[in-house]
């Protein structure tokens, strides 16, 4: 049973890189709301003459998400084990939602359900459901039969995840999802030799799936060919994006004067909220957000480096590459280092469910901060 939280325990005096991760998080979370009330006021406006309307359901999935963070700091590190199996359950279950009448398309992707008015992202469920269900099963598997092929069981419920979301044509999230496949099987002390297997199928996949789609090929054609010729197509989102980070110059238009978001930026309280930040905080702005997410991977490194246990090593770098590297996947794409893959800014773009995710993902690993020291029993 879970003990009684109190608004006083949440506080106690806790180790550095605990409060360094949950303050990193917590600003990150505030700059987010932000920057969504300036990003989605016009398009907001224009939906239902309500300047505040997207604001308002992410300042909502935020006072949910940060006490369900704090509760789940609280919880004891060996809930994680016990509720490994439940989490990937019930992650599997939600994602099968997608495929029924509930499931909705948005851009291309089937990889969202509604019921109601409350529309649900189940693949962010299924992120953490895969960091935890790794972080526990790898140890366990790696003690029974050591370093061998055997050692590649839990990857067979990661991998039926990562299929149900590449049916949804969401590549951008499988790719994430491999690559936090990877991290597990890196942390947990998995051998190149055995990693090389999921690396060939993740990259055959990603190649594949590449081809077969006439958008996808579109957006990568137009990456590479530069300068790009299909301003009105495929080029329109990474150019606008490229135009307002541009017109930000060192200290931005100001705070709510971007230009971009008057409908010729898609996505900009989303997946393109860095151009936006860009735009209206300048460069001094967009430095601040990414040296943000270099002091949160500072956290997560300190807390891998300080853990006794590999359960806890794996699931920090797990969820570190998971936020974090998609963090800089998504500041890669608005800065046209890499072609559009429609992932979004971790804490910061628009997205009850990413939200809800990400800071769970978070109290996850802060409850192994708060335990530092201690052995996963």
């Avoid at 997608?98 to 693949?123: E, H, K, M």
């Avoid at 049916?167 to 491999?178: E, K, P, R």
Wanted: hydrophobic share 55%.
């Amino acid at each position: 049973m879970l003990r009684r939280v109190s608004l006083s325990s949440v506080f106690r005096s806790h180790s550095s890189n605990y409060y360094m991760l949950l303050g990193t998080t917590l600003l990150l979370v505030f700059i987010g709301l932000i920057m969504v009330l300036s990003a989605s006021s016009v398009d907001s406006y224009l939906a239902d003459s309500n300047f505040f309307g997207s604001f308002i359901r992410q300042a909502i999935y935020a006072v949910i998400g940060i006490p369900l963070m704090l509760l789940a700091s609280r919880v004891p590190i060996t809930f994680w084990r016990k509720w490994a199996r439940i989490f990937v359950l019930v992650g599997i279950g939600l994602q099968l939602l997608v495929y029924t009448p509930l499931g909705i398309d948005s851009y291309g992707n089937r990889n969202w359900f509604a019921i109601g008015g409350f529309t649900a992202q189940p693949s962010e469920a299924l992120k953490l459901a895969l960091a935890v269900w790794l972080g526990v099963m790898l140890p366990v598997t790696m003690d029974r039969h050591g370093s061998t092929v055997r050692v590649l069981r839990p990857l067979i419920p990661a991998v039926i995840m990562l299929l149900m979301v590449l049916a949804g044509q969401d590549l951008g999230t499988v790719i994430i999802m491999a690559l936090m496949t990877l991290a597990a099987l890196y942390f947990a002390g998995v051998g190149w030799k055995l990693m090389m297997l999921p690396i060939s199928l993740g990259v055959s996949g990603v190649i594949l799936m590449s081809v077969v789609s006439a958008n996808r090929m579109a957006r990568i054609l137009s990456f590479f060919g530069k300068p790009c010729l299909d301003d009105s197509g495929a080029c329109w989102q990474p150019l606008h994006g490229t135009w307002a980070m541009a017109s930000g110059g060192i200290f931005g238009v100001g705070l709510g004067n971007s230009r971009a978001k008057w409908s010729w930026l898609p996505a900009a309280d989303n997946d393109y909220i860095f151009a936006i930040i860009g735009e209206e905080l300048g460069l001094i702005g967009a430095i601040v957000v990414i040296g943000l997410f270099v002091v949160l991977t500072i956290s997560f490194l300190r807390i891998i480096r300080s853990a006794q246990d590999p359960t806890t090593r794996i699931i920090t770098g797990t969820i570190m590459v998971w936020l974090v590297g998609q963090a800089f996947i998504n500041i890669a794409v608005v800065l046209n280092l890499l072609p559009v893959l429609g992932v979004p800014l971790p804490f910061v773009s628009a997205g009850g469910t990413a939200l809800l995710a990400s800071l769970t993902a978070v109290g996850v690993v802060l409850s192994y901060a708060r335990a530092e020291g201690q052995k996963v029993t």
